[in-house]
């Protein structure tokens, strides 16, 4: 879903066209943008760049042409593209596009609180139980767009059923911001709750009081906290070091990098944790309606309705539990 970049207020379930960018005055040419990466490829082989900075480079440019046309990374810029080509080459064939929001831990079938890989949310959980992560970048106020994974799966399947015989493109948010919005408090709390009920242990077994998770609501705020906590003491280290030889070499390096990936972190993340648009669902909610209608008991074997979810017992009693024991 996220593939609209930054935008707020209502995002419509409406396809992108060949061309459409999402800044004002650019028009992009997808061709163009694959010989540009051809052309920097060859420039780069025929300067016998190293395959470290052969990455380094095509990176920056993904992020430098992602940015150009309004998108804030890779992820979603090649997202958009992706379906700007289904829809022009699709001919007469029915295409189907699912956005989902941030996918979460299953929540009925076929495995409660199971889920394949970490995601934003899980990976700030897991950082928070470990007591590795304190606080992050986020408006606690700000809108959690989150979808249980089996209902994403559900969506695909009744979508595909209903459009096999149309020669049409169809959009769906696969979403609950606007149906059934959750808090980024409500996450938490819930987490909080969670290990006051059920705390992690320490090394030799005693419980582990863990704190609310500190919440940043700006860029700017989270940026001037890092640069005081961390940023200052690594420049003491750093002179320290030099007076000393270079006898702190090693740690200095090794808490550079850290601190240089924890910025990154923060910008990767930004656009999702301060996100505030809310996505429309109306095509869904005709799709839920329409199986209610035609299909005896298809909404209970394939639910995809998040009104229907509690989401302060969905996060404790299903995705936290989860995450523990599949992720950690």
Same mark, same amino acid.
């Given at each position: 879903?996220?593939?609209?970049?930054?935008?707020?207020?209502?995002?419509?379930?409406?396809?992108?066209?060949?061309?459409?960018?999402?800044?004002?005055?650019?028009?992009?040419?997808?061709?163009?943008?694959?010989?540009?990466?051809?052309?920097?490829?060859?420039?780069?082989?025929?300067?016998?760049?190293?395959?470290?900075?052969?990455?380094?480079?095509?990176?920056?440019?993904?992020?430098?042409?992602?940015?150009?046309?309004?998108?804030?990374?890779?992820?979603?810029?090649?997202?958009?593209?992706?379906?700007?080509?289904?829809?022009?080459?699709?001919?007469?064939?029915?295409?189907?596009?699912?956005?989902?929001?941030?996918?979460?831990?299953?929540?009925?079938?076929?495995?409660?609180?199971?889920?394949?890989?970490?995601?934003?949310?899980?990976?700030?959980?897991?950082?928070?139980?470990?007591?590795?992560?304190?606080?992050? $970048?986020?408006? +606690?106020? %700000?809108?959690?767009?989150?979808?249980?994974? =089996? &209902?994403?799966?559900?969506?695909?399947?009744? /979508? #595909?059923?209903?459009?096999?015989?149309?020669?049409?493109?169809?959009?769906?948010?696969?979403?609950?911001?606007?149906?059934?919005?959750?808090?980024?408090?409500?996450?938490?709390?819930?987490?909080?709750?969670?290990?006051?009920?059920?705390?992690?242990?320490?090394?030799?077994?005693?419980?582990?009081?863990?704190?609310?998770?500190?919440?940043?609501?700006?860029?700017?705020?989270?940026?001037?906290?890092?640069?005081?906590?961390?940023?200052?003491?690594?420049?003491?280290?750093?002179?320290?070091?030099?007076?000393?030889?270079?006898?702190?070499?090693?740690?200095?390096?090794?808490?550079?990098?850290?601190?240089?990936?924890?910025?990154?972190?923060?910008? $990767?993340?930004? +656009?999702? %944790?301060?996100?505030?648009?809310?996505?429309? =669902? &109306?095509?869904?909610?005709?799709?839920?309606? /329409? #199986?209610?209608?035609?299909?005896?008991?298809?909404?209970?074997?394939?639910?995809?309705?998040?009104?229907?979810?509690?989401?302060?017992?969905?996060?404790?009693?299903?995705?936290?539990?989860?995450?523990?024991?599949?992720?950690?």
């Amino acid at each position: 879903a996220y593939v609209c970049g930054e935008q707020e207020g209502l995002i419509l379930e409406k396809p992108f066209m060949m061309g459409d960018t999402l800044r004002e005055g650019t028009h992009l040419d997808i061709e163009s943008e694959l010989n540009l990466i051809k052309h920097t490829q060859m420039e780069l082989k025929a300067n016998c760049a190293t395959d470290k900075a052969q990455r380094k480079t095509m990176k920056e440019l993904g992020l430098k042409r992602a940015r150009r046309f309004g998108w804030p990374n890779t992820y979603v810029f090649t997202k958009a593209m992706g379906e700007m080509l289904l829809g022009h080459l699709r001919g007469d064939l029915p295409v189907v596009i699912i956005r989902p929001s941030i996918i979460t831990s299953i929540l009925k079938e076929p495995l409660p609180g199971w889920m394949e890989g970490v995601r934003t949310i899980d990976s700030v959980f897991l950082g928070y139980a470990k007591q590795a992560l304190k606080f992050f $970048l986020v408006d +606690p106020n %700000t809108i959690m767009d989150v979808i249980p994974g =089996d &209902m994403v799966v559900n969506s695909m399947m009744v /979508a #595909m059923l209903a459009h096999s015989g149309e020669q049409a493109q169809t959009i769906y948010h696969v979403t609950s911001s606007m149906s059934n919005p959750a808090s980024y408090m409500t996450l938490r709390e819930s987490a909080h709750r969670y290990f006051v009920d059920n705390p992690p242990r320490g090394e030799n077994g005693e419980p582990i009081r863990l704190n609310k998770m500190r919440f940043f609501s700006t860029v700017a705020r989270l940026r001037m906290y890092m640069v005081i906590k961390y940023k200052l003491p690594l420049e003491i280290l750093h002179l320290v070091n030099i007076g000393l030889c270079g006898v702190f070499s090693g740690r200095y390096n090794e808490l550079s990098g850290k601190y240089r990936l924890a910025m990154h972190l923060i910008e $990767l993340y930004a +656009p999702y %944790t301060l996100f505030k648009g809310r996505f429309d =669902d &109306m095509n869904l909610e005709k799709l839920r309606k /329409a #199986m209610e209608q035609n299909s005896d008991g298809g909404e209970y074997y394939f639910d995809f309705d998040p009104k229907k979810i509690d989401w302060d017992d969905y996060f404790y009693m299903v995705h936290f539990p989860g995450v523990l024991k599949y992720l950690a």
